[in-house]
């Protein structure tokens, strides 16, 4: 025999168009997880201490045990969505707590600098080369030696 929801009279898990029924599904879901009045968590996992994740963290409870869910944000913005992945207290080798930005920083996707677009024959007359222009920082051995 299959399990239902009383109050909405559909099986548990069932996708109901009843919003009151949806909305106390997801109050015991949060009751059950503790979740009602926790802020978002963010950290650094590492897995077998080989693979590091950046992600909102939660523990879940899944097939009788306790696994820890990291949510990977889509292109490092949670707005596009979120990939999630669940790992068992013995494969992760350490947590770190982090902030948002962070967690979005690092799984925003690699954009290679952008090439030269131009050199003019002048600056190569001048002797000068890209970035050659820049004042070097202040302590920098190349002033140091400019000053003797």
């Known amino acids: 025999m299959s399990e239902t929801n009383?109050?909405?009279g559909a099986p548990i898990g069932a996708i109901t168009d009843d919003p009151t029924a949806a909305a106390a599904g997801?109050?015991?879901q949060q009751e059950a997880?503790?979740?009602e009045d926790e802020e978002e968590e963010f950290a650094i996992?590492?897995?077998f201490g080989h693979r590091r994740l950046y992600g909102r963290i939660c523990e879940v409870e899944?097939?009788?045990a306790k696994f820890l869910r990291i949510d990977i944000p889509t292109e490092g913005d949670f707005a596009k969505g979120y990939t999630s992945q669940l790992y068992g207290g013995a494969s992760i080798f350490?947590?770190?707590g982090c902030d948002r930005a962070t967690v979005e920083r690092h799984n925003r996707p690699y954009h290679a600098a952008r090439p030269l677009l131009s050199y003019d024959e002048e600056d190569e007359e001048e002797g000068?080369?890209?970035g050659d222009d820049l004042d070097p920082q202040p302590g920098t051995p190349a002033e140091e030696t400019a000053e003797s």
């Open 6 to 8: 009383a109050e909405a």
């Open 26 to 28: 997801e109050e015991d």
């Open 33 to 35: 997880s503790g979740t």
């Open 45 to 47: 996992v590492e897995v």
């Open 62 to 64: 899944r097939f009788g």
């Open 94 to 96: 350490s947590v770190t």
């Open 128 to 130: 000068l080369w890209p």
